[in-house]
């Protein structure tokens, strides 16, 4: 699923037009953003917890050149899915065969 996908989906679970979509869904985006710099770590209690992490420099080769260059230090996030949202992925189908 891509960023129109979620767009056409969310619209038409609330009724929305897409356009009224994608306004919520860039305000979502625009709201974790600057939890994540505020405060590091952005918590959805069952569905998961993103956390920002500093990546710090390092040195890398440029393969065309043969080179080493640095990268420079950044931040990233990390995405640890939460209690409920595993559960849903992984139903318990049934259990395991003993006799194996």
């Known amino acids: 699923m891509n960023r129109s996908d979620l767009i056409k989906r969310v619209a038409g679970r609330l009724l929305l037009e897409e356009?009224?979509?994608a306004?919520?869904?860039r305000v979502w985006e625009e709201e974790v953003e600057k939890a994540l710099l505020k405060d590091g770590e952005v918590g959805?209690?069952?569905f998961g917890s993103?956390?920002?992490w500093k990546q710090t420099a390092r040195p890398a080769r440029n393969p065309r050149e043969?080179?080493?260059c640095m990268i420079a230090p950044r931040n990233s996030v990390k995405f640890k899915?939460?209690?409920f949202l595993l559960?849903?992925?992984n139903p318990q189908n049934e259990e395991p065969d003993k006799n194996v």
């Open 87 to 89: 559960e849903h992925l």
């Open 81 to 83: 899915p939460g209690k």
């Open 19 to 21: 356009e009224e979509a």
């Open 44 to 46: 959805l209690m069952g």
């Open 66 to 68: 043969n080179t080493v």
């Open 50 to 52: 993103f956390t920002l």
């Open 23 to 25: 306004i919520y869904i």
